[in-house]
């Protein structure tokens, strides 16, 4: 079986590694799970979506 690198890779199990990213004027959270959340102007409830996305809501 092979095995995928890079940014695309999507991790199973309940594992959630959640980082934010900058894309212009926003700013997106994101998940190894291949959740993403939506774009925020504010940094700060970027990192808040990624902090509830991995609570598990």
């Given at each position: 079986?092979?095995?995928q690198?890079?940014?695309d890779?999507?991790?199973?199990?309940?594992e959630?590694?959640?980082?934010?990213?900058?894309?212009?004027?926003?700013?997106?959270?994101?998940?190894?799970?291949?959740?993403?959340?939506p774009?925020?102007?504010?940094?700060?409830?970027?990192?808040t979506?990624?902090?509830?996305?991995?609570?598990?809501?």
């Amino acid at each position: 079986m092979a095995q995928q690198q890079g940014p695309d890779r999507v991790r199973q199990g309940p594992e959630h590694l959640t980082s934010t990213t900058e894309q212009g004027r926003f700013c997106v959270a994101r998940c190894t799970c291949g959740w993403r959340g939506p774009a925020r102007r504010a940094r700060s409830q970027a990192r808040t979506d990624a902090e509830a996305h991995a609570a598990g809501l």
